[in-house]
């Protein structure tokens, strides 16, 4: 599926429209009167996106959010009674890409300690190997312009009585449905509250009280909706832990003033039985409106639904030959990592970046839950696989990332809110490239050109070591492998070498006249990297350490000059040795991050709780998937055998868990980390595509 570049979805400026939900008991019959409300639907890509699956699903536990200097001061917990400062978060939710209202569920089995109005997790102090989600949500499809989405809870996490099924479809650019089905898959029958909220960000907003539903006032205007059954209970509040207390005292009580309403969905479900909650929604300029469009689409809700999974059931078929489930799966959820990411620099974690940038985009990020924060060299990766659903989606990432709300004066890239002073590998050029070459253009690559040089020059004035040529580059994206403090870093050498000649393509292309000049360096980073980063008795580049000499550790660092291309002839054959070796770094499930003859090598998890393993063996897609580009004029067949390898792990990962996980064992296929890192191990559809394309899909054209 690719869609053009003036695809209609485009980015748009904050509306004026304010939104009013409105939720009214299904099977109303006097709309049917009237004309169909589904008889002028617009396919899925005439849709606008400013409505999508934006809210995060985790904005406590984040930098931006830190309390007395504690990024993880602001616990799960904590946060039903906690103001966030710059965005919210909820199960299943849809807001705007400005923010001005947020749509979101919540369950309790009036047995729970806290009503789930946001999934469950431990933070990086109390998780066993840092930060993780404990509740099972799975997400389904998801489209461009969320036209239709769906992901699946088990709840309690503990035991998963309830499996329910959150299903959202658009009508149009200002309404739409939601649908929840919860089923019991106990022994025993038991009561399961679903519960809708609508709420503001901003509390001098005003939520009302409607009969069945609500009204969110915005700033200049209004919206409405219309659902499945009777409310059990509604309520409008300034509280935010109100939903939560008052639900688990009794009820759902309170009309306002507020800017957080709530309806109360009760259900009585027998063992095996199914109930269902619809709900419908509508915006537009004034009250009335809004409310007769959603009371006009309360009765359309579960045909709405079923027309807008038909058709996003259609999306991405045809693309590849071979493996078109995962590829599907792994470009929805990437879609679903989408998130609304406000922050202006202003926190008590590191104030040193107080008003330096100003992220206000919908930004894909690296897992919905455990990183809803931005990670750049993350980015780089994952706008290559974007671009396989739209080269817009992908450049409008690295235009953010090279825009002046991110790169700073001096050329600087923040890597991510955690180390903002510190640099990720520059992948930026490489996946530029790709980005343009998938569609976005020369045009998209003028844009971000004078950042990519910003940034080079930046690594050329204070990354440099000595002699000249070396770089280092701190953890350099690893954060828990040994390196050297401030020596060159055969990693950060290579990746430049390649920043380089990426550099030097993108100018040639442009007609800059800037070639020549990179080229020079990348020869210059070349020569110094072989002539101080190769050991001949060992076949392999290393690190170098604070005494000078070589730190003998085959890690993926060793790995990257092969990447960049700067190997010499006559020292291929032992880089290739070495990888393709089963007792160094080629396992049954891809390249490990180190060779498992090192006594740092750790396959999986670390053996020691509260310690981290994640690159001292671990397979991790970015790196295969790099290794994999450079084998192919090298030895197309070890390239194919990664590549096959990585496939097949990752499927059967997903097959078992529904998950595309962070990394993986290295000896078992596990998938370990983050559970929905589409986020860059979306890349496996990228060596789908590159390994079975179709000679044409049959996705709908724009």
Known sequence: MRLTPGRRYGRLGVAALAAVLVLVAAGLAWWRLGPDPLRDLPAWNQLDTRW???????????????????????????????????????????????????????????????????????????????????????????????????????????????????ESARADDRSGVLQATARNGGQQAGPLELVVKGWFFDPSLRVELIDGGLLLHGPSSVVAIVGGQAAAGSQVSDVKKALDANLRAGGLTGSGPGHIGALDYHLDLAAGAEGTVRVAWAAAPDAASAEARARELSGAVERLVGQRRTEANGLLRGDVTQHSDLYRAALMGLLWNQSLYTWDGTSTYDPAWDGKVAADDVLIMPDKWEFPWLATWDTGFQSVAASLVDPQLGAEQLRFLFSDRWQQPDGHLP???????????????????????????????????????????????????????????????????????????????????????????????LGT??????????????????????????????????????????SYSGLIPLIAGVVPDDRQPAMLEALSDPNRFLSAHGVRSVSADSVLYEPGYASNSHTNSNWRGP????????????????????????????????????????HFHEYFDAEDGTGLGADSQTGWTALVANLIAERWPASGGSSPAP
Not at 482 to 488: F, L, Q
Not at 518 to 526: G, K, P, V
Not at 536 to 550: P, R, V
Request: net charge negative.
């Open 52 to 166: 999508g699956t934006y809210l995060s699903e985790r904005q406590w536990g984040t930098p931006h959010e830190a309390v007395g200097g504690d990024g993880w001061g602001l616990s799960y917990l904590e946060a039903v009674n906690t103001q966030y400062r710059f965005g919210e978060d909820g199960i299943a939710g849809l807001t705007t890409r400005e923010g001005s209202y947020d749509i979101g569920w919540a369950l309790w089995d009036h047995q729970q300690v806290r009503v789930a109005e946001r999934l469950f997790g431990w933070g990086n102090p109390s998780g066993d190997h840092g930060e993780a989600i404990v509740d099972r949500r799975t997400f389904g499809a998801n489209t461009p312009t969320t036209s239709y989405a769906s992901q699946e809870v088990d709840y309690p996490n503990e035991d998963g009585h309830f499996q329910v099924t959150f």
């Open 415 to 509: 890597c991510a809110e955690w180390v903002m002073g510190t640099e990720c590998p520059p992948v930026f050029a490489w996946a530029a490239l790709r980005v343009a070459d998938a569609g976005a253009g020369n045009a998209f690559l003028a844009q971000v050109y004078p950042g990519l040089q910003q940034l080079y020059d930046y690594w050329w004035s204070t990354l440099a070591v000595e002699p000249r040529g070396l770089f280092t580059c701190g953890f350099c994206g690893m954060d828990n492998l040994p390196r050297g403090d401030g020596t060159a870093q055969a990693d950060a050498t290579a990746w430049m070498a390649r920043f380089a000649g990426d550099l030097a393509t993108i100018a040639d292309r």
């Open 513 to 554: 006249g800037d070639g020549d000049r990179y080229r020079a360096d990348r020869t210059t980073i070349a020569d110094a990297l072989n002539a101080s980063l190769w050991s001949e008795s060992a076949g392999f580049y290393f690190d170098m350490g604070s005494d000078g000499k070589l730190i003998p550790t085959r």
């Open 619 to 658: 397979i991790w897609l970015p790196i295969n998937y790099l290794l994999v580009e450079a084998l192919r004029p090298l030895d197309p067949s070890l390239a194919t055998t990664i590549s096959d390898r990585v496939v097949a792990t990752v499927e059967a990962d997903w097959q078992a868990t529904g």
